[in-house]
């Protein structure tokens, strides 16, 4: 879903940038009181399994694309602060090393991937959670909803820039991040059944506490 440079305008990816930066400044802060250095580990491999899931682009036009995102992934393991700090430092390396997704249009794609992605699923998680949904439709249905609404996000700051209408952008965006949502939401249940049976003695993921702490 990273957006190029040349498809969004001056005002929006300034608004954009400074949105996310507003955002991930309060963002380090909470983590500096918050962070311990038994999820250094995590991170990183998280990290990397992320950015390989992203690197595998499925073109949806109007200059973007589709893929895996992992942004409730990391929320779910390491909380919703690490886990949009992670997201954006994968943006980042993808941006300036591999052009993927432009630098102009970085502030949109944090804001997209980095923060509503992993924020819609942090709220949406805690919700279904409390409806006493079962572990595992919960993390479907996150994955879904979350991918959607990022989705949408984009859609709107493409309409926004005037590049295209937003009836015409937003049914393809939602239509086919429903798809991609489903399986973010399967993938993503998998993984965590796996880390549940593999490192959850050492390390405790941040959904295991019944909710999600905003931490």
């Given amino acids: 879903m ?40 995590v991170l990183g491999i998280l990290g990397a399994f992320i950015f390989a899931a992203q690197m595998i682009n499925i073109p949806i036009g109007f200059g973007t694309s589709g893929h895996l995102m992992g942004g409730v992934l990391a929320m779910l393991v390491l909380g919703p602060w690490s886990a949009s700090l992670i997201i954006t430092s994968i943006l980042v390396i993808q941006s300036v090393f591999f052009m ?59 309409s926004f820039s005037n590049i295209v209408n937003l009836n015409l952008i937003l049914g393809a965006m939602v239509g086919w991040h429903t798809l991609i949502g489903l ?18 003695t050492q390390f405790e993921l941040a959904y295991q506490k019944g909710g999600v702490n905003n931490a």
């Fill in 2 to 41: 990273h957006i190029p440079d040349g498809f969004l305008d001056l005002k929006t990816c300034l608004t954009t940038y400074l949105m996310s930066g507003a955002a991930l400044s309060y963002g380090i802060k909470k983590l500096k009181n918050n962070f311990s250095e038994k999820n250094i580990p």
């Fill in 100 to 158: 993927d997704g432009g630098i102009l249009a970085l502030g949109a794609n944090v804001l997209n991937m980095a923060l509503i992605q992993v924020w819609a699923g942090y709220f949406i998680y805690n919700f279904l959670t409390k409806l006493n949904f079962s572990e595992k439709l919960s993390i479907i249905i996150t994955g879904l909803s979350a991918t959607v609404i990022s989705a949408a996000f984009a859609a709107f700051e493409l």
């Fill in 183 to 200: 399986m973010e939401g399967v993938i993503t249940m998998l993984v965590l059944s796996y880390l549940n049976k593999t490192i959850s």
